[in-house]
C-alpha cells in the first residue's frame, strides 16, 4: 500500500494502526501534532 500526501487538507485527526494487524484498535493523535512529530523524524532530529 502507499502513501497519501494531505498537504493542505484539513483533519482534526489522525488515526494510527498496525499494517500487520489493520482490523486491531487505533491510535488517534491531534492533527498538528502528527504532523510536527513526522516533520521532526523527517528532520532526522530525533536520536536513539
Known amino acids: ?3 497519501a ?3 493542505g487538507t ?3 485527526a489522525v488515526a494510527v ?3 500487520k494487524a489493520p482490523q486491531g484498535p487505533a491510535m488517534v493523535f ?3 501534532g502528527w504532523a ?3 516533520s521532526t523524524v ?3 532530529e ?3
Request: aromatic share 4%; hydrophobic share 40%; glycine share 12%.
Open 1 to 3: 500500500m502507499g502513501s
Open 5 to 7: 500526501d494531505l498537504t
Open 10 to 12: 484539513a483533519y482534526a
Open 17 to 19: 494502526r498496525d499494517a
Open 30 to 32: 491531534p492533527a498538528g
Open 36 to 38: 510536527s512529530s513526522v
Open 42 to 44: 523527517k528532520r532526522g
Open 46 to 48: 530525533l536520536s536513539a
